[in-house]
């Protein structure tokens, strides 16, 4: 039976913490008692440097009950990292680890099967939402926006997948050579490959307590998903440089039949040509370095280029 460990990230969690914990412990005892899950399975708790209680609880059920354990980060972090960090001593002790919210969003009925897909050989569980009733019409709408936006950019991102997953021990061994530090999990998490599968449900209100996502946390980890995975804004300005001097030939035409023409002003012609083709050219040089710095940017990234899933020897 694989030991299982649900890892937790918590942010000024106090008010939800309290019921988080008591589901959370029945259900891990049920996924014991129906042996899907080993005796020595933990729920995982990552402080992410709250500034309430957070710690004083997670330090509280850490002493009531053995089955949970907590780590305190030195401040915070963010989310993503927070995940990592509890993902990776995870890592050490467990056969595979479920990423859950704090707030109990994601529905934790659905464990089971997360853990029977893990059994059937699946490294990696995704969590996929069915509906999205329970978000706000602006949630809904600029977060299904972004994933189309994403996959327009070839970014291969689960659709409707946030960071409700099951990563077994060789998933997350792989996850520790991605050594970037804009980390954007649903992104990388698809990279690492092996064999994955998909189970939905449907994501509920917050407990208690408001979001610790505000809009502009949302815009700014948009921005690094895209700016993380996807070269291609570098690609679109020398498109736009190739478009504006193929229309500068047209500007420049234009202007030089006003001339002939006798319709320009003395040397309005020269100041037009000039500006068209200085523009497009400009655009393309912009567009080439872009390309360079493209290229200097994944290498820096010293992403791993392969993960091996088996070595017949
Ligand atoms: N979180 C965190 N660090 C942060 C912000 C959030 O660890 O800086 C945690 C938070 O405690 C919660 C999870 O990330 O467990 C998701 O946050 P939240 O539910 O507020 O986001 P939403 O569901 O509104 O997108
Ligand atoms: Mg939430």
């Given at each position: 039976m694989p030991v299982i460990y649900f890892v937790v990230p918590c942010y000024n969690e106090e008010e939800v913490l309290p019921e988080t914990n008591r589901r959370l412990l029945i259900k891990l005892n049920r996924l014991i008692d129906s042996g899907r899950a080993d005796e020595k399975s933990r729920i995982l708790y990552i402080d992410d440097g709250s500034r309430d209680k957070t710690w004083d609880i997670i330090m509280g059920f850490h002493s009531e009950c053995e089955s949970v354990c907590g780590l305190k980060l030195a401040h915070n972090a963010g989310h993503q990292n927070a995940l990592l960090a509890g993902l990776m001593t995870a890592r050490e002790h467990a056969d595979c680890a479920i990423s859950l919210d704090a707030d109990l969003q994601d529905d934790i009925d659905v464990l089971d099967e997360f853990v029977d897909r893990y059994k059937e050989g699946c490294e990696v569980v995704y969590g996929v939402r069915n509906k999205r009733e329970s978000d706000t019409f602006f949630k809904r709408f600029t977060a299904q926006g972004f994933y189309k936006f994403m996959k327009y950019l070839g970014v291969d991102i689960i659709y409707n997948?946030?960071?409700y997953r099951l990563m077994g021990k060789n998933a997350l061994n792989a996850l520790q050579?991605?050594?970037?530090?804009?980390?954007f999990l649903r992104g990388i998490v698809p990279l690492i490959g092996y064999k994955s599968g998909v189970v939905y449900y449907n994501r509920s209100e917050r407990l208690v307590g408001e979001s610790k996502y505000p809009l502009k946390k949302m815009i700014s980890f948009a921005l690094d998903g895209i700016t993380s995975f996807s070269v291609k804004p570098l690609r679109i300005i020398s498109n736009l440089g190739i478009l504006i001097s193929l229309l500068s030939v047209v500007g420049i035409l234009y202007a030089l039949i006003s001339y002939i023409a006798g319709?320009?002003?003395?040397g309005w012609t020269a100041i037009v040509a000039s500006i068209w083709l200085i523009g497009g050219i400009q655009l393309l040089c912009i567009g080439v370095v872009g390309g360079y710095i493209g290229k200097i940017y994944s290498e820096v990234k010293s992403r791993p280029r392969y993960n091996i899933e088996e070595f017949l020897n």
């Open positions: 997948h946030a960071d050579d991605y050594k970037e530090v804009n980390l319709v320009a002003v003395p």
